[in-house]
């Protein structure tokens, strides 16, 4: 069967409700397209799992701020629906910005808990307002298609946290599953913003990947948490790389790890401006061996 492109909630509804009727289990990716491996892996993901897969494509302009790429973000419509049919996708939805945000729009999702406020939420970063708008997004497309499975990257690591958050705390039925990291053979995590890089900062940016691979041998060596960033932020420095942040927390609540405490898996992740490029990146690490149990 081929993809079908659809634009409307209830032209989408009323396309889910006999799949949903007869049974079939409905699997869900949420993208901003422009797709790359890392989607095309989220939607082969969802293929396995599921019935149906629908694929969203939005770019979404409240998880944007003022002064960011919201106009110059990379866009290919015709593109994004080949690969994602190729990939396995049965339903690509594509609505307008005024079908998600209709006239008067005035109600959001706001994870607390001191998920969105830190990292990428930090308000001198992209801030807590850009979560706001993932969230937000993210529980109007749970509520249009009811997926039985959702699927998002571990390279938004924080993203997949606080949609596993806000999935749990308002009772959405969908399971959250969060699919590896996509490479490029140097170790650079796949983004759509990667296009923004020159072919300068293009050999720079695997550093991002380097400097956590650093990290987590110096874990597994047996050095402690500050230690392993310190390694992490030589390799960066060695390619002029000035990180936004550099950081170690809790996997499971993002609060800040400064050892391995009973287990807990933490969470190293990075932000970097490569060029015109803003890039993140992160591991899990789990203890040291013979320290606990390893998270990976
Ligand atoms: O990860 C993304 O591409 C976006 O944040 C998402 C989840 C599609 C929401 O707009």
């Known amino acids: 069967m081929s993809v079908r492109v ?15 009727a007869a049974g079939e289990t409905i699997g869900l990716v949420p993208t901003m397209g422009y797709l790359h491996n890392g989607h095309l892996a989220l939607i082969r993901a969802a293929r396995e799992r599921c019935d149906v897969v629908v694929m969203s494509l939005f770019v979404n302009p409240t998880q944007f701020r003022e002064g960011e790429d919201l106009e110059s973000y990379p866009r290919d419509e015709a593109r994004d629906v080949e690969l994602a049919e190729g990939a396995g996708a049965d339903f690509v939805y594509a609505p307008s910005v005024e079908e998600v945000y209709p006239e008067g729009f005035a109600t959001w999702v706001e994870v607390g808990g001191g998920l969105t406020d830190v990292l990428c939420g930090d308000p001198g970063r992209r801030g807590p307002e850009h979560f706001r708008g993932v969230t937000t997004v993210v529980a109007k497309l749970f509520n249009t298609v009811d997926p039985d499975v959702s699927f998002f990257g571990q390279k938004d690591a924080q993203q997949a946290i606080v949609i596993q958050r806000m999935a749990r705390d308002l009772d959405f039925r969908t399971e959250i599953v969060t699919v590896p990291t996509v490479r490029e053979p140097d170790g650079l995590a796949m983004s759509s913003r990667n296009t923004y890089l020159s072919p300068a900062d293009r050999e720079r940016a695997p550093a991002l990947y380097r400097a956590l691979s650093a990290a987590r041998e110096a874990v597994e060596g047996g050095a402690g948490l500050d230690a392993a960033l ?4 030589r390799v960066l420095a060695e390619a002029g790389i000035e990180p936004e942040y550099l950081e170690a927390r809790y996997a499971d609540d993002l609060t800040p790890a400064a050892a391995f405490d009973g287990g807990r898996p933490v969470l190293v992740a990075v932000a970097a401006r490569v060029g015109a490029a803003r890039l993140i990146d992160n591991v899990v690490l789990g203890p040291p061996p013979g320290a606990g149990t390893p998270a990976e």
């Open 6 to 20: 659809i634009r409307t909630k209830d032209e989408l509804r009323a396309a889910l409700r006999p799949r949903r």
């Open 230 to 233: 310190a390694d992490a932020r």
